[in-house]
């Protein structure tokens, strides 16, 4: 049989075990401060004395110097790669420059810093009483107010904005149903290549109209099958529409659409702004010069005042009576040749044309 301990031995074998255990605890507790000590002086070390800027490189197509872009990001060379905030420095630049749509700022270790710039398109150019500000695909407003819209922009009409927003600013919440609106048409536009859209008219949501080239009013009505109506207005225009025709297009009510040829201005057509008409009248004339309609006397004079054709015909490459057959045979010909031509110089537009879809 095994000797028992005694209470004396059992007292001095625990002391010694907490002895172990508190020295254990003394020794990890050491490594611990340790290795803080030595990961607050790296931290401190890479905070101040590695790891300093010597690189800020600038990518993009933009139009804003380097320098300027630099300045405002708020980087500069010597400063430390990790002691700033790369989102912070990105969205100081969106806010300082309108044309700036996003800037991407990176790290690139051990000394360099990236800026990727992407720089906003212009979509739009809306009218407003002091001239027309131009907007990027968001709704951001990059600069204006200017007195008239960019090459190839299409005039935006109907915004209703009080007073003339700071470029870099957004449209207003009130106005943000008008411009999604507006972003579906130029969608839709793009998608069926009608590319010469020069007047989106957004006064009335209920009665929206285009200008095709400055000469085909395109009704739209309202936002119910707007897709169907775009494609079909490009359908009628591609198949109906020529260079010289200048009117009306309605395709407001499907399936039909009623092309005509007409004065736009009239008030029961279409109220353009008043400032659109030197447009429209510069442009008309170059496309379909204005005939004037022949005095009521000539228009009812009879046929033997219109100069004979008689001297006109080969009578001598005839043989005998022949030459006067043939002129008395063309006579008829002529007459109603000459009534068509006094018809088309009336200047009357042709009658209403409908078109089903």
């Not at 059992?10 to 010694?16: E, F, L, P």
Request: charged share 25%; hydrophobic share 35%.
């Amino acid at each position: 049989m095994g000797r028992k301990k005694r209470p004396a031995e059992q007292r001095s074998h625990s002391a010694a075990a907490r002895r172990r255990k508190k020295n254990e605890r003394k020794y990890a507790f050491t490594c611990c401060v340790v290795l803080l000590l030595l990961l607050s002086v790296g931290a401190a070390l890479s905070l101040t004395v590695f790891f300093p800027i010597e690189t800020i490189s600038v990518s993009g197509s933009t139009r804003y110097a380097e320098g300027d872009l630099m300045e405002a990001s708020g980087l500069k060379t010597g400063d430390n790669i990790l002691c700033f905030r790369a989102s912070a420095a990105g969205d100081r630049l969106v806010e300082r420059f309108p044309y700036i749509e996003r800037a991407r700022v990176t790290r690139v270790f051990p000394d360099t810093v990236s800026i990727q710039v992407t720089e906003s398109e212009v979509n739009t150019a809306i009218e407003t009483d002091g001239g027309y500000l131009l907007l990027s695909g968001r709704g951001r407003i990059l600069e204006g107010p200017n007195p008239y819209p960019p090459d190839g922009c299409p005039r935006i009409i109907g915004f209703q904005l009080s007073g003339t927003p700071a470029p870099g600013s957004y449209l207003p919440k009130t106005e943000q149903e008008r411009f999604d609106l507006l972003r579906e048409i130029e969608a839709g536009l793009r998608e069926n290549g009608l590319s010469s859209i020069s007047v989106i008219d957004l006064r009335d949501l209920i009665e929206m109209r285009l200008l095709y080239d400055g000469r085909l009013a395109i009704k739209l009505g309202s936002r119910i099958d707007l897709p169907y109506k775009l494609r079909a207005a490009a359908e009628v225009i591609r198949l109906s529409v020529d260079s010289k025709t200048v009117g009306t297009l309605d395709v407001s009510v499907r399936p039909t659409m009623r092309l005509r040829e007409i004065n736009l201005y009239a008030a029961d057509v279409w109220p353009f702004p008043e400032s659109m008409r030197g447009d429209y009248e510069r442009t008309i004339p170059k496309i379909r010069p204005m005939i004037p309609k022949p005095p009521e006397a000539s228009s009812s004079a009879p046929a033997e005042s219109l100069p004979p054709a008689s001297p006109q015909q080969p009578e001598t490459e005839l043989p005998g009576g022949e030459a006067g057959e043939a002129s008395s045979a063309e006579a008829p010909e002529e007459a109603p040749q000459e009534e068509e031509e006094e018809t088309s110089d009336d200047g009357e537009l042709p009658p209403l044309t409908v078109i089903e879809a």
